[in-house]
């Protein structure tokens, strides 16, 4: 009963954790997107 207890308690903590997870990985590829067209905008305006 209590391994099914503690199993049931990690699946509440993983649900948040790799909601954060996902979250995160999309504002880093969101962020990364945004920097790459600034330089890109960047060295077009330098030559």
């Known amino acids: 009963m ?3 207890r503690a ?3 990690s699946c509440m903590l993983a ?6 997870f ?3 990985t999309i504002a880093l ?3 990364a ?6 330089f890109v905008n960047k060295f ?4």
């Open 29 to 31: 590829i969101c962020v």
């Open 33 to 38: 997107t945004g920097v790459g067209i600034y």
């Open 15 to 20: 649900s948040p954790i790799s909601l954060g």
């Open 7 to 9: 199993a049931r308690r």
């Open 22 to 24: 996902v979250f995160f």
């Open 2 to 4: 209590s391994s099914a």
């Open 44 to 47: 077009k305006d330098g030559r």
